[in-house]
């Protein structure tokens, strides 16, 4: 089982600022590698896929890189609506695995 | 409008059976893979189960499989997981999730949840 180890597991930041999460693979995934942020009360939903790519809709001022092992999430001038947890996921190989996710506090 | 929408969940005791739904509309359904995630309270996503569009390719978590069983009915744009032999440690709230047309992937559509509680 591939396991993808998120830091830091909490994170209270200011708006404006920048905003960098970490996911590390146990092995190397590639780019199957996907990123979802998860408001209080909500579902999942999808911010970037193929570690880079961008969903439909998402703000531009999230971005994803890495491949292999080492992934990062940046949101870049961090908003009050971005408060919320954001989870890593690997599609490499079955079973499918989250990270146990980063929860991001606006101070 | 795209959506999915599960329904199913409810209060059983341990060692019983549940069956989730999962209704899809607003796309054609059988053109993408399916799954299940589940949420225990207060702790983060795991992955329970996928299916392909043909129901070809059938996936299970370690932790549930031989217990639960994925389907899907395309005629009827509906995902199912059957779930016998509930344990407390099933309590969660189960999503369904959208993939990738004729791959497993990401999830870019994920439904509301329904609530399953495995309590005596």
């Known amino acids: 089982e591939i396991v993808l180890t998120q830091s830091p597991d909490f994170q209270s930041v200011t708006p404006n600022e920048k905003v960098t999460i970490t996911c590390r693979a146990s092995q190397n995934i590639g780019n199957f590698l996907h990123w979802y942020q998860q408001k209080p009360g909500q579902s999942p939903k999808l911010l970037i896929k193929?570690?880079?790519q961008s969903f439909s809709g998402v703000p531009s001022r999230f971005s994803g890189s890495g491949s292999g092992t080492d992934f990062t999430l940046t949101i870049n001038s961090l908003e009050a609506e971005d408060a919320a947890t954001y989870y890593c996921?690997?599609?490499?190989?079955?079973?499918?695995?989250f990270g146990g996710g980063t929860k991001v506090e606006i101070k | 409008e795209v959506q999915l929408v599960e329904s199913g969940g409810g209060l059983v005791k341990p060692g019983g059976s549940l069956r989730l739904s999962c209704a899809a509309s607003?796309?054609?359904?059988?053109?993408?893979?399916m799954n299940w995630v589940r949420q225990a309270p207060g702790k983060g996503l795991e992955w329970v189960s996928s299916i392909s569009t043909s129901s070809n390719y059938i996936y299970y978590s370690d932790s549930v499989k031989g217990r639960f069983t994925i389907s899907r009915d395309n005629a009827k744009n509906s995902l199912y997981l059957q779930m016998n032999s509930l344990r407390a440690e099933d309590t969660a709230i189960y999503y369904c999730?959208?993939?990738?047309?004729?791959?497993?992937?990401?999830?870019?559509?994920w439904g509301q949840g329904t609530l399953v509680i495995v309590s005596s």
């Open positions: 193929y570690a880079s």
């Open positions: 607003g796309f054609i359904f059988s053109e993408y893979s």
């Open positions: 996921h690997q599609s490499r190989n079955f079973p499918l695995t």
């Open positions: 999730a959208r993939g990738m047309p004729a791959a497993f992937n990401w999830f870019d559509l």
